[in-house]
């Protein structure tokens, strides 16, 4: 694969001539073999062709889209992108404060004004930020608020608002965020404010976001229909058969090649850009860790809060059902004793009723007794031996009986 990579640039060394340089230097061996296995498996594969460079490389992407030196490169790039004919006016100079916030997220940030006033900025990013949105919109911002104080500065008195022109965020990831992923069939993302309502204001502020993995992913195995997706293919591609299909097609890549090949043959300059590559991996593979801890976090943080909640809902369920079981018991004791004071009214209520039955027995008695001499004092030829005998129980009980009969 290298040598076909060689018949389009001869300039490509192989690797025993690479090596040979490497081992002939204390400096440079000792940066080498500090590399893992295969780290120095992929540098020695880009210098020697074996694979394609990696273009988004932060200082191979800022050699290729130099707005100083190569302007028509990324006047071409910017013009497709935004779907109209753009000129480079000038290169402007980076957020310091942005830089030294996220260097370690974003790779290349190239901020450019144009013909017409607008301010284009393109970022490489290896691995997409979280909250990619919210962060560009942030930036975009702080873009447009520079170039309000500029064009202000410049126009004094003359300034109007209609001097301010569109600002354009352009991001290529080289890994997409999740987010992204959820769009496998779309590479490209264009984002303009626009009113639900139809009307229309120039509200300024673009974005465009490239997934160059997923247009990876989409394109394996199909031609180059386009010069976008040349672009794109020049950005992620590293194969050579790809490379010799892209400068088949458009030869004007092939001088871009040659520039990043130009570079390989320094070797304590390309082992340099390839530590600090790898200095940028290693330190966004930590925050993407950091990020995926703290998303691990809030998770069992949230958790942790519903938890809590739930915990506190049952405890106070157990206060009022302790406070319910403490008055059920007072009722029950109440109840108990009223039961006793019941239970001792009704022994007394009985009591007087065995008294009331005697006493009532008692006067039945009486009663029979009564009329019994009524009916003795009816009869004719009574004598007075009869009614004493009346007045005696037991003989009253016995006439009775036979009256009765």
């Not at 790779?107 to 490489?124: K, P, Q, R, Y």
């Not at 930036?139 to 104080?149: H, W």
């Not at 304590?268 to 950091?290: A, C, H, P, W, Y």
């Amino acid at each position: 694969m290298s040598n076909r990579l060689q018949q389009y640039f001869p300039m490509i060394r192989t690797k025993e001539e690479i090596l040979s340089e490497i081992t002939g230097s204390r400096e440079l061996s000792g940066q080498f073999y500090s590399w893992s296995q295969q780290q120095r498996e992929e540098f020695l594969d880009f210098c020697s062709g074996a694979r394609g460079v990696r273009i988004l490389y932060d200082s191979f992407s800022k050699e290729i889209l130099n707005p100083e030196s190569t302007p028509e490169r990324l006047e071409d790039l910017l013009s497709l992108l935004l779907k109209k004919q753009v000129r480079i006016l000038c290169a402007l100079p980076n957020d310091s404060t942005r830089i030294a916030d996220e260097s370690t997220l974003v790779v290349t940030d190239i901020v450019v004004e144009l013909e017409d006033g607008s301010i284009a900025n393109v970022e490489v990013q290896k691995i997409g930020y979280k909250f990619p949105g919210e962060r560009c919109a942030c930036y975009s911002s702080d873009m447009l608020l520079r170039q309000y104080k500029r064009v202000r500065s410049a126009k004094k008195k003359s300034f109007s608002y209609e001097d301010i022109q569109n600002v354009y965020t352009i991001v290529l990831f080289e890994k997409s965020p999740k987010a992204f992923r959820l769009f496998p069939d779309t590479c490209i993302h264009c984002f303009a404010q626009r009113s639900d309502s139809g009307l229309e204001l120039e509200l300024l502020q673009k974005y465009i976001f490239i997934s160059l993995d997923i247009f990876k992913e989409n394109r394996y195995n199909k031609t180059i229909e386009s010069r976008l997706e040349a672009w794109l293919t020049f950005f992620s591609e590293d194969s050579p058969e790809r490379i010799v299909e892209l400068i088949g097609a458009y030869p004007e890549f092939k001088f871009m090649y040659e520039d990043i090949y130009r570079i390989c043959r320094n070797m304590e300059g390309v082992m340099g850009i390839f530590s600090e590559e790898l200095r940028i991996l290693d330190k966004n593979t930590v925050q993407l860790m950091i990020d995926e801890m703290q998303d691990e976090l809030n998770v069992l943080n949230k958790t942790a809060d519903v938890l809590k909640a739930e915990r506190d809902t049952l405890s106070a369920e157990c206060d009022t059902l302790s406070a319910e079981r403490d008055t059920l018991s007072a009722e029950r004791d109440t109840l108990s004793a009223e039961c006793d004071t019941l239970s001792a009214e009704c022994d007394t209520l009985s009591a007087e009723c065995d008294t009331l039955s005697a006493e009532r027995d008692v006067l039945d008695m009486e009663l029979s007794r009564i009329r019994l001499l009524n009916r003795l004092l009816a009869q004719e030829g009574r004598t007075d031996d009869m009614v004493r005998a009346a007045m005696d129980e037991d003989y009253c009980k016995e006439l009775y009986r036979e009256l009765e009969i």
